[in-house]
């Protein structure tokens, strides 16, 4: 049964958990009121997918709450935005079940449902001493894309790769359902590598020491930061590549998977106990030096 | 697994099936900014579970996506909603799995999850010929607390019931779970008697006539109305209560079930054959003169 009724129906498969992840997107905070109805779905949708990739789920439906100005609500705007959302709902094969269009501010809230077999999902929780911290894809593409949108006003320039890693950041869910049997704990960067590590941390109690030199940062992120990228590598947010923790006996099977390309990571640190500091995650420069880390957290367009 | 990381994973039941509903309340649109964040928040999810009513499901799980603007986002005013939430999250025996607040204009977004046993929820298609019409409680309540509402700018008055109506419309989840075997379908009131038994019209192939006199009105609804409340009556929104059909041969079920008091309902109206006339619904009088039905609608804050 679709959209029409009160409510949709959907059946679950046996012996699997669902998964439920909720995400919200406001105009001025989470997109520039530049965005396209395409960009603000395709952002909205991805960003939400990638939470069932951190959780190892597979992503199977999802129901969308819209809150339109007048301004927006127009067949043309629709079109575009519906566009968006159509295209990225075929590309990872999930089904609109359910949702609403209020007359409002602009909002975009959606809600993803997903499957994972009883046990299987991946979690913050579960990194333990000793542990190797992995990056999939390259950190600091949504700060540096970010950037762009900020500065540029939505005008297209040579940086589209980067302008498409802040709209379309891809969600990492086919990387999510391998790591299923790989991984101890598992986070989507969507507030920063020092945060999202932090809250592995957390959830797992213990500590991560990370090492600038081995953070995975792409050439045109380096060209245009001012620092070679490393403050956006370590708490620019958006980028949507997982972190996760491997333990000793499953590192040899990563790190082959790794070399014959068929899971694209990199090795950033390691688990360590946690000690009484606020600190949960060192950054180490390349001379083994500890970087002064500062709670400075994620710019938003707020 | 509870609130904390990325997603939240749930047990379901076999041979049940997942019935998914979402809702979102904006500032000035469905509720006035003098609301109170224990108000809004008890509509917010009485108006969620008012779909699973009209399902006959029985809801299990909620999330909660809160957009707040700087001047609430202060531990009073999440203390007061939070309150809202947990009464009527208690009431119903449901659990918050997830969720996020972000920063913007005042909007509350829910997607609530229920079960029902595969094949026996209820809905909009399905109510035939000859079948008949009913409805649960009274109407024009929720019109009538709008009004309320709308003049005395939230200071409380002789009237409380009707704006206990507004800001805490009771689901009809008991009822709806008792209808799963008596109903052929089954509406909330969210946009009008008119409308919504339209809906189950069109889904159903059907018309249907009601009779202005078998209309359950409250007295205190009447006090207050110029015209005996038969415009917030057929007209009215946010009454949630459950339109439903039954067929022939379970008639008397019902009527002996509202006779001992075990179901609280009102016989108003009958299901015809459409015709090839706009009006899905016909309103007859007392003395079965046709009332002018324009489709006017609900008229919200906005």
Redesign the interface.
Known sequence: ?GI?????????R?NQ??????????????FPSTATGKQIATRALCVNL???A??G?QPR?F???L?LPKDKANSLWLADFSAGIAEIAQQFDIAL????T????L?V?M????E?P?GE?L??AGAAVGDTVFITGTLGDGAAGLKLVSTINGKNSDSDRLLQRFYAPHPQVEIGLQLRAIASAC??ISDGLIADLGHICQ?SNVAATIYTEQLPIAADVRDIASDNGLNWALFGGDDYQLCFTVSADKLDKVEQLIDCGELTASKIGTINTADDSDNLVTVLDRDNNPVAVNKQGYD?F?
Do not use: Y
């Open positions: 049964m029409g009724d009160d409510a949709a129906l959907i059946n679950t046996p958990q669902l998964v439920v992840a909720s995400d919200t997107l406001v105009e001025g905070v989470h990638s939470d069932m951190a959780m789920a439906w129901t969308l709450a809150t079940v359910g949702g609403d209020t007359s409002g501010p909002t809230s809600t993803l449902l997903g994972a009883s999902s979690q913050r986070i989507d959830s938003h707020g």
